[in-house]
């Protein structure tokens, strides 16, 4: 059984998302806010606004907005032929790629976060991706032959891929390598619709793709905006816990959306690059809070890889915002780290647990 990548489950699922995080934001109320719904990046965004930017429609600043993530896919996507990405993709060159300076520094804050953890986090790993059923060539699910595992593994490295901002350039070591930048591309898309936003005046909003998000001032009212963690249950959609966001941006990763069950084992689109196989622990879900998307989106991968013991450590170590939920037979159990914790009581009563 797969979920997600099939249209009409990823539709579904985005509307749910979507509902989540209505209920948890706007729904007190709705008619104040302005709203602007999309497609990107094989997923839905949204934005909602307390008020329009001087002298724009609703209109005018979705065209604006879509420009930018048009550009953004234009340098980045995978499921495009023609993207930058997707031609040095294409290249079976060893020698330095030009590329625009702002998917070379993408690459460059991908590449730190693989150094700081130990490869955990790894943009090369699309080849395995593929190998699994998963990403552009995606084929129906069968389990892969060891020997088949580790022939890919030989392409796929973050050290075997170097970047240069002077001029912005990135290199293959090996002819075969494949960048995927899928867990830091919806995050660093929030970024920029953000970044525009702010450009453009506005000061209280709500951006959102796949997901991942971004909140800046307060809701009509004052009130802060409210976000949904979800309960990382592949067959409903219930509220786990309810967050409170201030300009702050956050970010989920979970093994229950997109994944594969076979002879009771769940197969999921996060793959350990330690192993070339699926991550395999009680991990469910890692939702991540800081105050740049692409790093929440990253970083909640990255932890995911990692597992309940190593990825909390490392975001302790870190001194970032996590919450971690695992599965304990047919329940769940939390934990976070001291940042996250922190947060919680220095904005007041910032997170509800809806369950206790
Ligand atoms: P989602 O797309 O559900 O928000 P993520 O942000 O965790 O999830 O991104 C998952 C995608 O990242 C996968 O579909 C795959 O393309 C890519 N990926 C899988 N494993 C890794 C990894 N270890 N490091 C970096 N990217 C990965
Ligand atoms: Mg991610």
Redesign the pocket.
């Known amino acids: 059984m797969r979920w997600s990548l099939s249209a009409p489950i990823r539709v579904w699922t985005c509307l749910l998302m979507l509902l989540a995080v209505l209920l948890a934001s706007g729904c007190s109320d709705p008619d104040t806010l302005v709203e602007i719904h999309g497609s990107t990046m094989g997923t839905t965004y949204s934005i909602k606004l307390v008020e329009l930017p001087l002298s724009l429609t609703a209109d005018t600043l979705k065209a604006q907005l879509d420009a930018r993530l048009d550009a953004v896919n234009g340098l980045m996507s995978t499921y495009r032929p023609d993207s930058e990405l997707s031609r040095f993709n294409a290249s079976r060159s060893t020698d330095w790629f030009p590329v625009d300076p702002e998917l070379a520094d993408l690459v460059a804050r ?1 590449q730190s976060i693989s150094a700081l953890s130990d490869g ?4 090369t ?2 080849p ?2 593929n190998l699994w059923g ?2 552009p060539d995606a084929h129906p699910f069968r389990v892969p032959d060891p020997q088949t595992i580790e022939k890919v593994r030989a392409r796929v490295g973050h050290d075997k891929l170097d970047v240069r901002d002077q001029p912005p350039a990135l290199r293959k070591h090996h002819p075969e390598l494949y960048v ?1 930048l ?3 591309a ?2 660093y898309g929030v970024d920029q619709l953000a970044d525009l936003l702010d450009r453009l005046g506005a000061t209280a909003y709500l951006a959102e793709i ?3 998000l971004m909140a800046r001032g307060n809701k009509p009212g004052g009130q802060p905006w409210r976000i949904a963690i979800e309960r990382p249950d592949a067959t409903s959609r219930t509220v786990y816990r309810i967050v409170t966001l201030e300009d702050d941006a956050m ?4 093994d229950y ?2 994944f594969y069950e076979k002879d009771g084992q769940i197969y999921s ?5 330690g192993t070339g196989r699926p991550v395999a622990h009680a991990l469910a879900s890692v939702t991540v809070i800081t105050e740049n998307c692409a790093t929440a ?2 970083l ?3 932890f ?2 990692l597992g309940p013991e190593r990825g909390l450590a490392l975001a302790e170590s870190l001194g970032i915002g996590a919450f971690f939920v695992s599965r304990v037979g047919d329940d769940y159990a939390h934990s976070a780290t001291t940042a996250f914790e922190a947060s919680v009581s220095e904005k007041g009563l910032r997170v509800s647990h809806l369950e206790d």
């Open positions: 991908a955990a986090f790894d943009i790993v699309g395995l991706v998963f990403g995927d899928s867990a830091i919806k995050g796949g997901g991942e970010a989920t990763s979970g959306r997109n689109h996060t793959i350990d690059p989106d990253a909640a991968t990255t995911l890889v």
